[in-house]
Nanobody
């Protein structure tokens, strides 16, 4: 059983940067894939980035080149470095974990990651 706690959200101006963190408690298997999702008011939840058990990242087209996902096993933490932020990046961001190799593909095919955090709000002003 894992518990995920996100932090690092806030308000920034367009073009700014933020780094989100997700601390994982419980038994943090390297075999778990992890991912970031986001949901803006009135919009569907979407996958942003995931990282598999071999630390291979996958990104949504909307964030490629701007966001970087990484994980620190020593500190049981998942990160999302967000640069060149745009107003359309405004959303609640969620950390997830699952034993499936590709969480974004899992979600796109109708699956649902097993573990979710409570979310952290990111607001980007123009």
């Amino acid at each position: 059983q894992l518990q995920l706690v996100e932090s690092g959200g806030g308000s920034v101006e367009s073009g700014g940067s933020l780094t989100l963190s997700c601390v994982v408690s419980g038994y943090f298997y390297k075999q778990y894939s992890m991912a970031w999702f986001r949901q803006a008011p009135g919009k569907e939840r979407e996958g942003v980035a995931d990282i598999d058990s071999d630390d291979n990242p996958t990104y949504a087209d909307s964030v490629k080149g701007r966001f970087t996902i990484s994980r620190d096993y020593a500190n049981n933490t998942l990160y999302l470095q967000m640069n060149s932020l745009k107003p359309e990046d405004t959303a609640m961001y969620y950390c997830t974990a699952d034993t499936s190799r590709g969480i974004l593909k899992l979600y796109d095919s109708g699956g649902y990651p097993n573990y979710w955090g409570q979310g952290t709000q990111v607001t980007v002003s123009s």
